[in-house]
């Protein structure tokens, strides 16, 4: 970290301290993005399968008609 600059120069190590927080903001903002991307994309598709069924008569499909804590429920013994 220490010769870290343009041709070996030192790089104060204060400088990068202050730098990392900001590093960490755009990381963080970009994966919030991509996992909010996808839920809305999925919350999209999930309405759209329910408006379709609803409108047609037909049963909601199993996969997500199944409630995924049924799944996880296990014998309390």
Known sequence: MQ???PTGSRVPVGTVA??????GVFIGA???SAVLG?????????CQTRFLCDKYGM???TAPATDRDDDLQTDAT
């Open 30 to 32: 970009g994966v919030n």
């Open 18 to 23: 202050k730098a990392v927080p900001f590093v």
């Open 38 to 46: 996808r839920v809305a994309a999925d919350a999209q598709r999930y």
């Open 59 to 61: 049963p909601l499909p």
């Open 3 to 5: 010769e870290l600059g």
